[in-house]
């Protein structure tokens, strides 16, 4: 195995056996998805009008729960110095990283999804959309997020400031993934929003590793 | 420069390095050629932090430059970060991970081929091999000392950087790190070390790095 792959198995290992860390993000997840019917009543035709909206942004929600540790907990106990110090260039360090927060975070919403889409009711139509918006969008959410987790480190009140970071960034590819389940439950070609989704992606992929990295050079200095 | 010494690999150059906007060492020259080790020396808070964690690149020199093989290590840093260890005040120990597994994946991360063969022979020469299935958390203070060193041993680098490897050792573990530094120099290898305690090298010279500091310390009460 590569350094690379060595790496994002150990990550995967470490929150894995974190115990609770991996878990956290899918429960808070369909807690936050469960709490809409309460919230706005249980009318089925309100319901499938916000399907996609609440799932969406309660996957955003859930994927920067966890993001504040992502290099933190490295940072902490000197791992960081590490690979700051290692053959690896620390660009792929958090490429891999990135890859291992998706595993564990992304892709169980991503699994649990549909789920949550009949629970809302969400019209049968845009479920397979729904699953191809998030497969998309959750790597976009991890990539950005790990922008901003290099940008906190050693930052007091990280998370909140993460939050506050980030949000904001997470609107177009909001915006893109919500269009496309539209289009699709409304009889139209969803293609457009996608491509447009997938563009965000060809841009987080090559540019959030070396905004990430830059930060993470700036705290280790 | 004798003709019949060995030539330098890592050669420092009036190196200057700021601090918090406060200028703490001036003019730092050395020069070190296989087989040679350097122990830096000086009172707390003099730099020798500071000056190991320059010498691993982390930190970049207000002036001066760093070679490694003749060529500035800022022009060709992969080349140089392949070649060194670096051991920090920070064990980078995981709570969850097994002793055996963490100084594999560091070895991994250092050069995947044979990892795992070179972290079992490193937990036998720290005197740790019956830690090996023991998770981070269990372990003493100088136990993680022990692993930290087991992973630079496990290296196949040819620069060491130990940042005060002997806290926390008992005279089992000085001895042991004394054989291991006397091992790796006596194979070519090269060390940088700071250390408060007495330590036996053959061959080792110190600098002393209070004459580098360019005003009166105002050192804590």
Redesign the interface.
């Known amino acids: 195995m590569s350094r690379f792959g060595h790496l994002v198995a150990r990550d995967v290992r470490l929150a894995l056996s974190g115990g609770a860390d991996a878990g956290i993000a899918l429960a808070f997840f369909v807690i936050c998805v469960t709490l809409f019917p309460f919230g706005v009543g249980p009318e089925p035709t309100t319901l499938a009008r916000i399907a996609a909206g609440v799932i969406w942004i309660s996957a955003l929600l859930a994927s920067l729960l966890s993001m504040d540790r992502l290099f933190a907990g490295d940072y902490e106990d000197g791992s960081l110095d590490l690979f700051a110090t290692g053959p690896l260039p620390l660009e792929a360090v958090v490429a891999a990283k990135i890859v291992a927060h998706w595993l564990v975070t992304g892709l169980p919403l991503v699994v649990m999804s549909p789920l949550m889409g009949v629970f809302l009711n969400l019209p049968a139509a845009g479920t397979g959309v729904l699953l191809l918006t998030l497969l998309i969008g959750t790597p976009i959410l991890s990539l950005v997020g790990a922008i901003g987790a290099g940008l906190i480190l050693g930052a007091r009140r990280g998370g909140v400031l993460l939050s506050l970071l980030v949000l904001p960034l997470f609107i177009p590819p909001l915006i893109f993934a919500i269009g496309a389940i539209e289009a699709q439950i409304a009889g139209l070609t969803p293609r457009p929003h996608l491509l447009l989704l997938g563009g965000l992606l060809a841009l987080a992929v090559p540019l959030s590793p070396i905004a990430a990295a830059a930060g993470i050079r700036q705290a280790l200095q | 420069m004798t003709p019949d010494a060995p030539t330098p690999r890592l050669v420092a150059e009036d190196i200057d390095l700021m601090r918090g906007g406060r200028l703490l060492l001036a003019g730092v020259s050395f020069r070190l050629a296989p087989g040679q080790a350097l122990i830096l020396r000086g009172p707390n808070g003099t730099g020798k932090t500071s000056l190991l ?1 320059l010498l ?5 020199p207000l002036a001066g430059r760093l070679l490694w093989d003749g060529s500035p290590v800022s022009e060709e840093p ?1 080349r140089y ?2 070649a ?3 051991l ?7 709570p ?2 097994r002793v055996a597994r963490t100084v594999a ?2 070895a ?5 081929r044979e990892a795992e063969a070179r972290a079992v022979l490193a937990l036998d020469r720290l005197g740790i091999a019956h830690l090996a299935d023991t998770a981070g958390r269990y372990l003493s203070s100088g136990q993680r000392r022990r692993q930290a060193l087991a992973r630079i041993l496990a290296s196949p680098s040819r620069l060491w950087l130990l940042d005060e490897p002997t806290v926390g050792l008992d005279t089992d573990g000085v001895a042991r790190l004394e054989r291991v530094l006397t091992e790796h120099l006596a194979g070519g290898g090269m060390a940088v070390l700071s250390t408060h305690q007495a330590i036996r090298l053959n061959g080792a010279e110190t600098l002393e790095l209070s004459p580098f500091v360019p005003e009166p310390l105002a050192l804590d009460a």
Do not use: M, N, S
């Not at chain 2, 691993?56 to 970049?60: D, T």
């Not at chain 2, 920090?88 to 995981?94: L, R, Y």
């Not at chain 2, 991994?108 to 995947?112: G, I």
């Open positions: 964690r691993a690149g982390l930190i970049k992969d970060r392949a060194l260890a670096f920090g005040h920070h064990d980078a120990v995981k969850t991970e994946f560091w991994a991360q250092a050069d995947p």
